[in-house]
């Protein structure tokens, strides 16, 4: 499986930009599918969750109300909708996957490369 995360760039504060993870090698469909970030010096944390079937989604205190997780199983894509955008939001994004929807970091089973996400204030 390989997950290909696309969509990063700069940004001024208060803006948007869209992530997304498209998916290959397998169809991930049953998979929940998850949303990460790690700023320089600082440990990967979680942001964002959603479930195989888009029904349930989990959120990281930081960022909700701003960003939005969503699906598309017959894409075997999950996008991350990011809103008002702070500059504590600056970090690589990386996608996964894993049986669980969960926060934890270890329980996911396929990651992608990431994307820089830049937000200047």
């Known amino acids: 499986v390989q997950l290909q995360a696309s969509g990063g760039g700069l940004v001024q504060a208060g803006g948007s930009l869209r992530l997304s993870c498209a998916a290959s090698g397998r169809t991930l469909s049953a998979y929940a599918r998850g949303w990460f970030r790690q700023a320089p010096g600082k440990e990967r944390e979680f942001v964002a969750a959603?479930?195989?079937?888009?029904?349930?989604?989990y959120y990281a205190d930081s960022v909700k109300g701003r960003f939005t997780i969503s699906r598309d199983n017959a894409k075997n894509t999950v996008d991350l909708q990011m809103n008002s955008l702070r500059p504590e939001d600056t970090a690589v994004y990386y996608c996964?996957?894993?049986?669980?929807?969960?926060?934890?970091?270890?329980?996911?089973?396929?990651w992608g490369q990431g994307t820089q996400v830049t937000v200047s204030s």
């Open positions: 996964a996957a894993g049986v669980q929807l969960t926060s934890q970091l270890r329980k996911y089973d396929y």
């Open positions: 959603i479930s195989w079937s888009g029904s349930d989604t």
